[in-house]
């Protein structure tokens, strides 16, 4: 099948600008999340979409970082305006609806990630 | 509660076993292990649910203690294409999708 495509792959921002990222995720998969992860630490959840409702962004900086999710399928994220501090890898990913002793061999499927710069 | 993974790095000769740890502060319902190598996205490895199971594939298994809010991944005659970085994400409700990441156990695999 394939994976969870993301762009674009590199982004080079200078402070206050603004900038949009793009996720397409696995066919069927209903949950879509948003991660930020900065160099030597794990991901930290931005947004987690059920289908095109919110599930969790309680951990978006909401007056700069927006999300949605259009028809239930591609997401876009974007930070207006960047600072410093953003500068990370942004993460997405899809996964199917539950887990259970049914789909135990389905976890998360990440997409390759956006690397911000902010200068 | 972020979980607490042990040690944060290691490093192995090709051959050598190793053992990561994941303790949460929170009851468990499921524990995730991911590998990530360096500039590329984590990759899914397996997920535990609690009922204190072990899973495995290949020579890499991972065991579930609940009462002990515990999990530990085990690789064993570890190869090259084992380093990366592990990390475990851990669910405490029914939304096993809600996860809380650690911040990583480094592993390196030396010839």
């Known amino acids: 099948e394939a994976g969870v495509a993301q762009s674009p792959r590199y982004k080079i921002i200078e402070k206050r600008q603004s900038v949009a990222f793009w996720c397409n995720p696995i066919s069927g998969h209903a949950t879509l999340y948003w991660y930020q992860q900065i160099l030597g630490q794990g991901p930290k959840l931005l947004i987690q979409?059920?289908?095109?409702?919110?599930?969790?962004d309680s951990q978006l900086p909401k007056d700069r970082f927006s999300a949605e999710r259009l028809k239930g399928v591609d997401s876009t994220l974007k930070i207006q305006p960047a600072k410093l501090e953003d500068s990370a890898v942004y993460l997405c990913a899809s996964s199917l609806d539950l887990v259970g002793p049914s789909n135990l061999n389905y976890g998360y499927t990440f997409g390759s990630g956006t690397r911000l710069t902010v200068v | 509660q972020q979980p607490v993974q042990s040690p944060q790095a290691v490093i192995l000769r090709e051959g050598e076993d190793a053992v990561i740890n994941c303790s949460s502060s929170k009851a468990l319902y499921s524990v995730h292990w991911y590998r990530q190598k360096h500039g590329e996205a984590p990759v899914f490895l397996m997920i535990l649910l609690k009922g204190g199971e072990q899973k495995g594939h290949d020579k890499i298994s991972a065991s579930f203690n609940e009462k002990k809010q515990q999990s530990s991944l085990y690789l064993t005659a570890s190869q090259l294409s084992y380093s990366g970085t592990y990390f475990c994400?851990?669910?405490?409700?029914?939304?096993?999708?809600?996860?809380?990441w650690g911040l990583g156990t480094s592993l390196a695999v030396n010839p």
């Open positions: 994400g851990t669910g405490s409700d029914g939304n096993n999708r809600k996860l809380i």
């Open positions: 979409f059920q289908n095109n409702g919110v599930v969790d």
